[in-house]
Structures are given as structure tokens and as C-alpha cells.
């Protein structure tokens, strides 16, 4: 089983360009839900340049699938994970001037304030995934801190020449493996689009690919259920030998 989650920031994005209500995140998440998103993500960010806390907050009411919501490690943050109580909290490297998440993070720093918030979630009942680069080391030390999941970062492949393109996928297989036998779920994502996206959902202990850009971009165009059943269709097609 494989399954996918639609993250709206880039709607809240262009909302936020205007600073007024419209585009509303959460109507998209509505509409992806319809497509046949399975969950939505949401990353709250400190300097909260697109979602904002009332997207968070409508968000746990309205998503029926898994709300997951991606954070950096922070105590701000954390209180308002807490409250809010999404199903999944996943935790990224956060910098200010970053146009978007840069690589995963890395367990090696901060391990005490890893574990101490993953703690804090596994008592207020929310699953945990690190988002992290597909290396043996990050994922054995994932499972030392008690990590529900971990999310592979998918990025390099994304950006990857063509030449290199198998040796990026064999790493993520390789990490997919690495993880699943030490107990981790494991998820997928960063820079996937409908040209990409079949050989890491053919990855057979992915079960969870997050997916923002490429579908918000494609929702411009054709609509956001259109964007999300187009979607979800290249990964259960690519997928459909194996989970038969
Ligand atoms: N996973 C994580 C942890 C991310 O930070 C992001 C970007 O917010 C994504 C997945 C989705 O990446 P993209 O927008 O490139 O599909």
C-alpha cells in the first residue's frame, strides 16, 4: 500500500503575496482530499511565510485522511504541535533564507532536543518521522531516537542529471530498506512531479510519498482535484504489480 499526501503551502503562498484570504489553503485541502489525497501536510514555518496558525488549526478540523505537519524542531512550534495535535508531526531542518527546505536533517545535532520532543509528541499521541537524506547513518540514528518514521528526502533525485538518475534511486532503495528493517515506517518526498515520481513509488517499503509544488503548480492549470487524480494514478499505476 502506498499513499499520498498533498502539502497546500504554495497555495498559502500566493495568499500570502497579498496578505488577504484567497486563496484559502484549507479550501484546497478540500478539494485534494476530493482528488483522492490521502492526507494532507502542512509546514508551519516560524517566519510563517505561507501557512499560518488558523490554517493548522482549520486544517484538524476539516482533513479526514492523516494531517501531518511538518516543523522545525522549536519550542514555539512544539507548543502549537501539542495543542493543535496533528496525526503526524514531521521534523525538517528550518533555515530563514532557504527558498525551500535544503536536505534533510541531521540527527547527528541536537540529539537531546530530538529526543526530548519526541517524547513529548509519543505522550500527546502523535507520530513522529525525521525528514532525512537516505544515509545509513541518519536512519540507524533515527531509530535510536525513537522516530515512528523517517521521510526520505527525495531531493537530490529530483535535481539529479540523467546519468545519475539510477545511483540516486538505488540509494533511496537502500535507505528504504535500511529503514524498514530496523522497524521505521517509511515515507518519501521533496522535488517529485508526474515525471519522477514512478521509480520512488516502485521503492516497495515506501508507503507514504509528500508531494506540495508539482501539484499545486499543475492545479493552476487543471484544477486541484485534477492535479491530485493525475497524481495519485501515476503512483498506484506504478505501483499496481507490486501491491496486487
Ligand atoms: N517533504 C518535506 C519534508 C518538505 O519539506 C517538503 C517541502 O515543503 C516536501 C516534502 C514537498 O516538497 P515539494 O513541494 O517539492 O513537493
Known sequence: MIELSVNIDHVATVRQARRIAEPDPVAAAVLAELGGADGITVHLREDRRHAQDRDVRLLKEIVRGELNLEMACTEPIIRIALEVKPDLVTLVPERREEVTTEGGLDLRRRQAALRRAVARFREAGIEVSFFIDPD???????????????????????????????????????????????????????????????????IPQITGLYIGHSIVGRAIFVGMQQAVREMKQLILEARRNLDA
Open 136 to 202: 545509513e547513518s541518519q536512519i540507524k540514528l533515527a531509530r535510536k531516537l525513537e522516530a515512528d518514521f523517517v521521510e526520505l528526502h527525495t531531493g537530490e533525485y529530483a535535481q539529479a542529471a540523467d546519468s545519475l538518475l539510477r545511483s540516486e534511486i538505488e540509494r533511496l532503495a537502500d535507505g528504504a530498506a535500511c529503514a524498514a528493517a530496523l522497524g521505521l515506517g517509511v515515507h518519501a518526498g521533496h522535488g517529485l512531479n508526474v515525471r519522477n515520481v514512478q521509480p520512488v513509488a516502485r
